[in-house]
């Protein structure tokens, strides 16, 4: 098996859309290094394993000799992502933001190689937007029309609601996508809600004549309500923070009908295993959520934590 269809082959379960395959087939052909942007405003810090879908990918690609640019937006967290928010976010202090990105970068160690410089970079937004000269700005800004930023489905839910969208909040997608152009990513793997900001990444990377960075977006899963996505409002999540006994009973609390999303999303247990569990769910679905919980807990602190 090549490395293309290695890459791939792990991607299966959980990515969801390519944009494009074909670009990201031709990517890994060149057998040139890519860089991977994983950006991350640090407004609260802790990560769970629906972030840590992500992770893995990019941890694959490390292995096969990727470089993955950790990108804190130290200063995009001042203005704060709308993304899914009916209000706008509170600023946070300085200090706030230093104490929450060493706390992200604890957790991303549980997946990420940080141990070769060579495969990982660590890179701050401040660096270019706390020196931008306005009229630079002003020239991003310039490239883009309103109808396109307001198009955004958030934006698009406030004026149903007849909610404020305030100009700061505008603005963020365009800096989220000018990171592209800075850090010249290849590639990126995101959450669907992420979409339309790193798709201005690769607007604004062909206006600056640069290869367009390829996006991957990936499976997202209810909860372990059983409702909404993993929140740590909501407290239905399983967070990398949460010690080897907490992962493990935060799993057991996993509506029946969930065990096997989470199997396949979660875990990396073969297809065969994933087809024994699909049986044993309906069997006995507690024994089958043991198993789930013990790989979930395998994966992030080894086999003897999970016994």
């Known amino acids: 098996m090549s490395e293309t269809e290695q890459i791939l082959a792990s991607f299966a379960r959980t990515a969801e859309e390519f944009f494009s395959l074909k670009e990201f087939k031709e990517m890994l ?3 040139k290094q890519l860089r991977i942007k994983y950006g991350v405003d640090v407004t609260a810090p802790y990560l769970h394993i ?47 933001i230093e104490r929450n990105t060493q706390e992200f970068i604890e957790q991303a160690k549980m997946v990420l190689r940080f141990d070769d410089p060579n495969l990982l970079e660590i890179r701050r937004n401040s660096e270019w937007y706390g020196k931008l000269p306005t009229i630079e700005f002003l020239r ?10 307001i198009s955004r489905d958030m934006f698009q839910k406030r004026i149903a609601e ?22 010249d990513s290849d590639l990126t793997i995101v959450g669907s809600d992420q979409l339309f900001n790193e798709m201005l990444g690769r607007f604004f990377q062909e206006r600056f004549g640069q290869r367009q960075q390829v996006i991957i977006t990936t499976k997202v899963t209810p909860g372990i309500d059983g409702g909404a996505k993993q929140s740590k409002s909501l407290d239905n999540y399983i967070g990398l923070g949460h010690s080897p006994r907490d992962k493990f009973g935060r799993t057991m609390k996993l509506p029946d009908s969930l065990i096997l999303q989470y199997f396949r999303v979660y875990t990396e247990v073969p297809d065969a295993v994933l087809e024994e569990m699909d049986v044993l769910v309906k069997s006995d679905p507690m024994e089958a959520k043991k198993r789930l919980a013990a790989e979930i807990v395998r994966r992030y602190h080894g086999y003897g934590s999970a016994k």
């Open 140 to 149: 991003l800004m310039q490239m883009l029309t309103h109808s396109r930023l």
């Open 29 to 31: 052909a060149q057998k």
């Open 50 to 96: 629906g972030h840590a879908v992500n992770l893995w990918m990019m941890r694959k690609l490390q292995d096969f000799g990727h470089k993955v640019v950790f990108l804190i937006g130290d200063f995009t967290t001042q203005i704060g992502d709308p993304t899914g928010k009916n209000k706008t976010r509170p600023v946070i202090s300085q200090e706030e």
């Open 162 to 183: 007849e909610t404020d969208i305030y100009m700061h909040e505008l603005v963020y997608p365009i800096l989220q996508g000018y990171d592209s152009v800075v850090l």
